[in-house]
């Protein structure tokens, strides 16, 4: 049985439908990639997860139980932690106490806590009394990854983890990746930048207009099967 | 193929000839009925009026003020100041209350404009109280414990000779009528004028500016400028009400005439449970009020107290009042204000 | 030397101002609402303190201690359940149900108090005072001044030095966000008020043995409140300790000159605050 798994996910905004029953599994231990281009969802449907958007609770299921109707910090303190489409950090908090926010109100056990973040990414150490916001981008989306990372967290979701950064930058932080597998976290990553996505997942889901176009691993997935399931068939 | 923008509805047909009945039995009222109940028609009228004008600085200008008593109370004490100091006659002088209301509003605006939201409407609370306390110190209208209307000023105010010969009425009696008429006259020139403001291109943009300044901004509506001229206008509307309420009562002090309670707690219970941003809203509301306040007010505090708790139920369960709760179930509307397209469907160009 | 006095005077008057208005600054620092219920929060917390002081006989500092935890729960419970339902972007709701409720509160006073004004006890130490040089100076008002450099102080370390403090600047900054970190923001939006309240329990104290009180003055306490914030700059504890002091001076001169000037030259050095520096004194940057 698949760690988490959504069934037949649709979601709203008012009036507009962004999500049209979306099933998606990850495994334990399992990256997984989910491709699509600009409103296909993504984000929604990593909102859903993380419980920021309300579902049925059958929609999500997590270790085996349905937490679809479970609100975001109830999820969160389950394992599922999320590094958040645009970083999102508190700009009235230093570098370090926006990684300190992220165990709010819990002890966790595991690898990660102020140390392991710093040896992650040692410019966050550098610079760990600096407001959060003061930091470059490719910095700040550090900051990001290490607040979700401090609570141990069994899933991670990364949310365009490489939006607006320099490609070099991009290199840095998938760097980390096999890092936080080792460390034990099952992944989901959003990406635009579909090379990358390829290289670090063991599955991939494409998206568009809010379904899952198209599924498969890495290495059985044509460029024309992505390049269709992207923009439709008839581009 | 061709287009008629319309804001009638059939509903707002049947209601203007509904209407027209009603204003004829409105002025026609003093012929039948008892001193009584021209009194509680004052009442309510004047009452109506301040609440359409909070309505559209709250309800259309977004404009939440705490501070309207500043203006009931300058209006109606600068029309005691030239009846008294002046010797001028109380009816005209309405029109002075007005204005002086008015030029109040300008620094109230310069100072309270430079403050957002809730502090917008704390902040005219503050000046309504420098306000009341300048009144005070003026000593020749009394300082703090205020003053009458001089006798003959009341006696021989416009008017009341010709209403008493009419009507066979005393005196007092035929001032009651004349100050029932003006608010009469002052209550639908109120409701006209701003349903009239609303239906306007600046009336729509309100609800822009109101919604979202940034985004009002951005398609062209001066939202600085529209909040002036909501502002403005209320300030000269209420002081106009404040004059005449007072010409009516003819008695003044500081604490009365700028009392918070009086003047901008009732109205504000009046509008919410009646209906923010609707026109029927107050009209609605000021009746429920004057139930309630005729059932309750031998109780004091529990009245009182039962507002406040029904505008927090109100506000939560029902944030458009019970205005909003008649139309929603009818689809009634008796002063539409949105615009509704008829003759063909629009298709959006593109997507 | 009288008017070094009339200074000293209106610093430690500031103090009492600066208490009433520390806990508008927290709630609307961390939630941007305004509770215009502020002022009759304190009165009544005022009343909860008399009605201790006379059922159990407490002294007024004890009966204090055990209002605060009872005071904490109204202000928990009234965020929990009634303003957090009108925490949206709309400002009409939270202004409306807060002022519906100052109305309800101030004649709920008056039906449970009457209108007569109270006072809570005082003893031998609360009237004395204390000779500096040759001025004299009240014990009781340099008591209050020194709970409202404590107040601040103590919220300042609440804010900038526990988990607590971290998670309210966290979900001032974005609620969502914040319950992405396992954060409450409903229980955190409840905690403030609740602390808002002890705070209000504490000026409540000052309040009832300094002067009298009675159901109808809440709103000026608002006012009070609203001016020292606002001059200020909203969110700046220290700037509301500060507005407090500039209207506690303003008022005394405004008194030595004419005693029925006290509150207007009040209002007239927040309007002159405001003219020449519309966002207060020390305005927070990201506002
Ligand atoms: N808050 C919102 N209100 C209304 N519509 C929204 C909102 N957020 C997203 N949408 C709409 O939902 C659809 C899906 O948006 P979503 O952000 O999930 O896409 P995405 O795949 O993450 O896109 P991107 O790659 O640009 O981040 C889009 O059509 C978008 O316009
Ligand atoms: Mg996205």
């Given at each position: 049985m698949a760690l988490l798994q959504t069934q037949g996910l649709v979601a709203h905004y008012g009036d507009f439908q962004?999500?049209?029953g979306v099933d998606i599994a990850l495994n334990e231990a399992e990256t997984v990639a989910i491709i699509g281009a600009n409103g296909a969802g993504k984000t929604t449907l990593m909102r859903s997860i993380a419980g920021v958007l309300r579902n049925a609770a059958q929609a999500v299921t997590y270790d085996g139980t349905p937490i679809g109707a479970h609100p975001a910090d109830e999820i969160m303190a389950q394992g599922v932690a999320m590094v958040p489409e645009g970083r999102?950090?508190?700009?009235?908090?230093?570098v370090e106490e926006n990684l300190l926010i992220g165990t709010y109100g819990r002890k966790v056990e595991g690898h990660w806590n102020l140390n392991t973040v710093y040896d992650l990414f040692p410019i966050l150490g550098e610079r760990r009394h600096n407001p959060g916001t003061a930091l470059s981008g490719g910095q700040q989306q550090m900051v990001a990854i290490g607040r979700a990372l401090m609570s141990n967290p069994r899933v991670l979701l990364c949310d365009e983890i490489s939006l607006g950064l320099a490609p070099v930058v991009i290199k840095d932080i998938y760097k980390a990746i096999p890092q936080i597998k080792a460390a034990g976290a099952s992944m989901i990553v959003v990406e635009q930048d579909i090379a990358q996505a390829m290289a670090v997942a063991d599955r991939v889901y494409c998206m568009m207009e809010g379904r899952v176009t198209l599924s498969g691993t890495p290495d059985t997935l044509s460029r024309d099967d992505i390049h269709n399931a992207y923009f439709g068939a008839s581009h | 193929m061709s287009y008629t923008v319309t804001t009638q509805t059939s509903a707002s047909r049947v209601a203007a000839i509904a209407g027209a009945i009603g204003i004829v039995v409105l002025i026609a009222l003093p012929f039948f009925a008892g001193r009584g109940t021209i009194q509680d028609m004052f009442f309510i009228l004047t009452m109506l009026v301040l609440a359409q004008f909070w309505n559209l600085l709250a309800g259309y200008g977004g404009l939440v003020s705490i501070g309207q008593q500043a203006f009931v109370g300058m209006g109606a004490y600068a029309m005691f100041g030239v009846v008294i100091l002046m010797g001028f006659d109380p009816v005209p002088s309405i029109l002075l209350g007005g204005v002086a209301a008015l030029i109040v509003a300008v620094p109230t605006a310069f100072f309270a404009f430079?403050?957002?939201g809730a502090y917008f409407a704390i902040g005219t609370w503050v000046i309504a109280e420098v306000v009341r306390l300048l009144v005070a110190q003026w000593k020749t209208l009394g300082g703090g414990t205020g003053t009458s209307l001089p006798r003959d000023a009341t006696r021989d105010m416009w008017f009341v000779e010709l209403i008493q010969d009419m009507l066979g009425v005393r005196s007092a009696a035929a001032r009651d009528i004349l100050a029932y008429w003006l608010a009469l006259i002052l209550a639908l020139a109120t409701i006209g004028g701003i349903y009239w403001l609303l239906r306007t291109r600046r009336g729509l943009a309100l609800a822009a500016v109101r919604d979202n300044t940034e985004a009002a901004k951005s398609v062209g509506v001066d939202a600085g400028r529209m909040k002036w001229i909501v502002f403005l206008t209320s300030a000269f509307g209420t002081g106009l009400a404040g004059a005449l309420i007072y010409m009516q009562k003819a008695r003044i002090s500081p604490d009365a005439a700028f009392s918070v309670t009086d003047w901008t707690a009732y109205v504000i219970f009046i509008v919410v449970i009646g209906g923010i941003g609707t026109i029927e809203g107050p009209i609605l509301g000021v009746l429920v009020f004057f139930a309630l306040q005729s059932l309750l007010a031998d109780f004091g505090s529990w009245y009182l107290m039962t507002l406040g708790v029904l505008a927090i139920v109100i506000m939560l369960?029902?944030?458009?009042g019970l205005w909003g709760l008649v139309s929603e179930r009818t689809?009634?509307?008796?002063?539409?204000i949105r615009r509704t397209l008829s003759g063909g469907k629009l298709t959006s160009s593109e997507d | 030397m009288i008017w070094v006095d009339t200074l000293l005077q209106g610093i430690l008057l500031g103090g009492l101002y600066a208490l009433f208005a520390s806990g508008l600054s927290l709630v609307f620092g961390i939630m941007r609402l305004v509770n215009l219920a502020h002022g009759d929060l304190i009165v009544m917390a005022a009343y909860l303190i008399l009605v201790l002081v006379t059922l159990l006989g407490l002294s007024p500092f004890v009966a204090v201690l055990t209002a605060m935890p009872v005071m904490f729960g109204i202000g928990w419970g009234l965020q929990k359940f009634l303003l957090n339902r009108t925490l949206e972007d709309d400002i009409l709701p939270p202004l409306l149900v807060t002022f519906g409720l100052s109305i309800a509160l101030q004649n709920a006073l008056l039906e449970g108090f009457s209108a007569d004004s109270q006072r809570l006890p005082t003893n031998a130490l609360t009237t004395a005072s204390v000779d500096v040089g040759p001025i004299a100076l009240g014990v009781m008002p340099l008591l209050t001044f020194a709970s409202a450099v404590l107040v601040i102080v103590g919220l300042n370390q609440l804010f900038y030095r526990t988990e607590l403090g971290r998670a309210f600047r966290a979900t001032s900054d974005d609620a969502t966000t914040a319950s992405l970190m396992g954060i409450k923001p409903a229980n955190i939006f409840a905690t403030a008020t609740g602390i808002a309240l002890v705070i209000v329990t504490i000026a409540a104290l000052y309040l009832g043995l300094r002067a009298n009180f009675d159901p109808n003055i809440g709103p000026a306490r608002l006012i009070y409140a609203f001016e020292a914030v606002i001059i200020g700059g909203l969110g700046s504890l220290w700037g509301t300790l500060l507005g407090g002091i500039i209207i506690g001076v303003a008022q005394t001169v405004g008194a030595a000159i004419n005693p029925e000037w006290q509150i207007l030259a009040g209002h007239v050095a927040f309007l002159i605050v405001l003219l020449v520096r519309p966002r207060g004194l020390f305005p927070r940057a990201n506002d």
């Open positions: 962004a999500l049209f999102k950090l508190f700009p009235s908090l230093s | 430079r403050l957002n369960v029902a944030p458009r689809g009634l509307h008796l002063f539409p | -």
